[in-house]
């Protein structure tokens, strides 16, 4: 088993016992994880036969078609906690700082977005070599990636938000190294 597959373990603290979300869930590798030790799970992806799949492996969660980058159908304050692993950084900036917004409504005051995303040294995965059209966002054969410094993720979550953990890390997750940042907000408000 890769190493990367256990990150979650770092964060039982924070989700323990909490109703929380998951944006990006993929094939649920990460919620059957989170699953053992949450209240409740909402797990969502925009691939439908991934969704399916998940499902099929684990009743204990509830699986939903979302796409995150439309508002959320969630009703305000619902989640203690979001979490969102390498599937807020496919977006302008103008879009992520939306569904940033987004995920702060959905979270309860004190609630946690615990999220990793592209660092910026990232060059096994788009990183370097493509045409960038905003700062940090670049065209990856067809396809939008956003690749954060530190001053990003500042610049995000400046207000309404206290940033308790950021860690620069190169994970495993993939055939070759990816390089990330990994951080845990708290909603002030």
Not at 1 to 8: G, N
Not at 26 to 35: E, F, K
Not at 97 to 106: H, L, T
Request: proline fraction near 3%; aromatic fraction near 10%.
């Amino acid at each position: 088993m890769k190493h990367d597959h256990r990150w979650l373990e770092q964060w039982q603290n924070v989700v323990a016992g909490k109703k929380v979300l998951e944006l990006g869930s993929g094939d649920g590798r990460d919620s059957r994880i989170l699953a053992d030790n949450v209240a409740s799970l909402v797990a969502c992806d925009l691939n439908v036969d991934s969704l399916a799949a998940a499902k099929s492996v684990d009743g204990r969660i509830q699986y939903m078609a979302v796409d995150h980058a439309m508002p959320l159908p969630f009703v305000n304050r619902e989640f203690e906690v979001v979490i969102a692993s390498l599937t807020l950084h496919y977006f302008k900036w103008s879009k992520t700082v939306e569904i940033i917004d987004e995920i702060f409504r959905v979270l309860n005051p004190g609630g946690a977005l615990i999220c990793r995303v592209n660092s910026r040294q990232d060059v096994n995965y788009g990183a370097t070599g493509h045409r960038e059209l905003e700062p940090g966002l670049y065209d990856v054969d067809g396809r939008f990636k956003r690749f954060f410094n530190q001053a990003d993720i500042h610049q995000l979550f400046a207000n309404k938000w206290l940033l308790s953990k950021l860690e620069h890390k190169t994970i495993d997750r993939y055939v070759k190294p990816k390089t990330i940042w990994e951080f845990n907000v708290i909603r002030t408000e």
